[in-house]
């Protein structure tokens, strides 16, 4: 890029030029020989100001000492003109007036000159339309490496940088060693991995932690991305792979990272979409590339998937990925070592605590957290605050969980009432068993899709589920619309996703776990899932018509019981829904704290609990 200060400054140069001559041309200041009528001439001729006389096409020109001085119009012939200025007794020949004629004599300097601006303008276009083009030049430059735009560059981040993934960061430790000191390895004649597939769900760090090994070895960082791959013309994916790893080797030792290998390298004729020639044509150069490294190749080949049940085995052959490092969504202290990560840094009030958080959000990946505490600052920033109090820090777990609060919908006093009561239903339902995680936020603000939520709080992070906290957990499913149906004796669509949560659960004793009596400790069906996103794509039934039967039989019992259940909690606690019910109404989200109190507090008089619903 070093040409590129002089390129600009040329550029503006051009202009200046080119604007000069378009102003020389319309206002000339030096117009030559001063412009006369034929008479004067021929006087200025005969006074002696004039020693030669050129005719130049329809002019004549007067010159002293080959320098001209007049010039006057004349339209004729040479003939015509010699005998006029005779006739005009101006004398010609030797010793006299000089007469000469430009033959075709083109008067470059003359034309140049009325041309320059034109040049000029010629070239300031050019200029511009290729300062214009370079401002795009990738759209002129397929083949070429997208990576090379993005990297080549060593990276700041270090393991500092990345929490809660000691595992996977003590394997990768290895790889930093190698690429520090390579001969310590090969003269014991270890073979040095080519390379390593790191495998989690999305937003787990694995770009982090690719990035970071390269930064604790010092050595330059390449990146690309499968999914860029995938709506390129044919032949262009493998020509820019070939490209990126040119790059790499000359700049060796350094580090690869393919993202999203999945996109390219999936198992070929399987999955959806069927056979891509390009994809194809990509994955093979991959592979071309890293079976052509030689032992002493100092490059190091990462690459990331949320799906290594679809990969191509060929990537997974030795030589090749052959070392997997299962990145996993936090866990409790994980959570808590991230958020402390990012909060590096910022101005946390001393009150806040990053234990609750954690405790709060299971489930969210590192990328989430990284988000909440963003958020939060947000938050701190627009209440004016000096620093980030728990209060901004919970807010923003609802936002990055539902999105942003929804102000400007509108929901009448009845839709309130429903969704308050389905909520403390929920909270009751969760307080009345003995299985259940304690409660930790009711609320009915808005958010996202969802009318109202209740959070709850696990205590510990769990490994094994039970029966009994299986059945208590879909009582607490199924308690809102329980309390719905106690209260206001009408079914509404707020339940849809208790339901369907109560199904899956269900199900899931009854197929996966064993928990069934009936049908013993056997499990149905044979699931092909996206192992880390959680999602079942496709389940093969592999039982006979005759279990299928049951199990739904058994599945509808589960949840029968279930809701029988929750029905009965909630008659029988009445007086404390209506009371908790009032109170969220009120004030739209109630804490533990408040939750327990609430739960405390005297009932009301028995003759002034009338079902409400007006
Ligand atoms: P992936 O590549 O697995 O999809 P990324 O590495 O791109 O995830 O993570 C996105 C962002 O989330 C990171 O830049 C970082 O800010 C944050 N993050 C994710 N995991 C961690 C972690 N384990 N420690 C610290 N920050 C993390
Ligand atoms: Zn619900």
Redesign the pocket.
């Known amino acids: 890029m070093k040409a590129r200060w002089w390129q600009g400054s040329l550029l503006y140069l051009l202009i200046l030029v080119a604007l000069l001559a378009l102003a020389f041309s319309f206002f000339p200041i030096n117009k030559g020989p001063k412009e006369v009528d034929f008479y004067t001439f021929v006087d200025n001729t005969k006074s002696g100001q004039v020693d030669s006389i050129q005719q130049d096409g329809n002019s004549i020109i007067g010159l002293k000492e080959e320098k001209p001085v007049i010039k006057a119009a004349f339209v004729g012939s040479t003939k015509e003109l010699m005998d006029s200025l005779k006739d005009s007794g101006v004398k010609l020949g030797e010793g006299a007036i000089k007469f000469e004629v430009k033959t075709g004599g083109f008067d470059w300097g003359s034309i140049m000159l009325s041309f320059l601006p034109l040049v000029l303008f010629g070239a300031l276009l050019f200029f511009l339309f290729r300062s214009a083009r370079g401002a795009n030049t990738q759209a002129f430059n397929f083949g070429k490496s997208r990576a090379r735009l993005s990297s080549g560059d060593k990276p700041t981040v270090t393991f500092a940088?990345?929490?809660?993934?000691d595992e996977s960061k003590g394997e990768l430790q290895e790889v930093v060693e190698f690429l520090k000191n390579p001969q310590k390895f090969l003269a014991l004649g270890a073979r040095i991995p080519r390379g390593l597939l790191l495998i989690?769900p999305?937003?787990?760090?694995?770009?982090?932690?690719a990035k970071a090994t390269a930064g604790e070895a010092g050595v330059p960082f390449f990146s690309i991305s499968g999914s860029e791959f995938v709506e390129m013309f044919v032949g262009v994916g493998a020509s820019r792979v070939r490209d990126l790893f040119d790059q790499a080797k000359r700049s060796a030792p350094c580090i690869v990272f393919v993202?999203e290998i999945d996109a390219v390298g999936r198992h070929r004729g399987a999955g959806l979409g069927g056979g891509h020639d390009e994809r194809e044509q990509t994955l093979n150069q991959i592979l071309v590339e890293m079976d052509g490294f030689d032992s002493n190749t100092n490059v190091i080949v990462l690459a990331?998937t949320n799906r290594p049940d679809i990969l191509d085995p060929a990537l997974l052959r030795p030589g090749r990925f052959d070392r997997h490092i299962v990145?996993d969504q936090?866990d409790i202290n994980?959570r808590k070592a991230?958020l402390a990560?990012?909060s590096k840094g910022k101005p946390l009030s001393k009150e806040s605590d990053m234990e609750v958080i954690a405790r709060q959000t299971p489930g969210f990946?590192?990328?989430d957290?990284?988000n909440l505490i963003n958020e939060a600052a947000i938050l701190a920033a627009r209440r004016n605050r000096k620093d980030i109090s728990q209060k901004e820090l919970e807010d923003s777990i609802d936002r990055v969980i539902a999105g942003p609060e929804k102000k400007g919908r509108v929901i009448t006093k009845r839709e309130r009432e429903l969704i308050a009561y389905h909520e403390t239903g929920h909270a009751l339902a969760a307080k009345m068993l003995p299985n259940a995680d304690p409660v930790h936020k009711i609320s009915i603000v808005a958010r996202g899709m969802m009318g109202g939520w209740t959070r709850f709080l696990p205590t510990e992070e769990r490994h094994l589920e039970t029966y009994e906290r299986f059945k208590d957990m879909m009582v607490v499913c199924l308690a809102g619309r329980a309390a719905e149906q106690v209260i206001f004796s009408e079914l509404t669509t707020g339940a849809q996703n208790d339901l369907e949560k109560v199904t899956l659960i269900a199900r899931r004793m009854i197929t996966e776990f064993g928990m069934s009596k009936k049908l013993g400790p056997r499990t149905f069906g044979k699931r092909e899932e996206l192992v880390f996103l959680g999602k079942e794509i496709h389940e093969q039934q592999n039982y006979s018509d005759k279990f299928a039967e049951e199990i739904d039989e058994e599945v509808e019992q589960l949840v029968k019981d279930a809701f029988s259940k929750a029905l009965e909690i909630m008659q029988a606690n009445q007086a404390r829904l209506k009371l908790i019910a009032d109170f969220l109404i009120e004030k739209e989200t109630i804490d533990e704290f408040a939750f327990e109190e609430l739960l405390n507090k005297p009932l009301p008089e028995p003759n002034l609990e009338t079902a409400t619903a007006s």
């Open positions: 940088d990345v929490a809660g993934i989690g999305p937003g787990c760090g694995k770009t982090l932690v993202d990331a990145i936090p994980g991230i990560v990012h990946s590192g990328a957290l990284a």
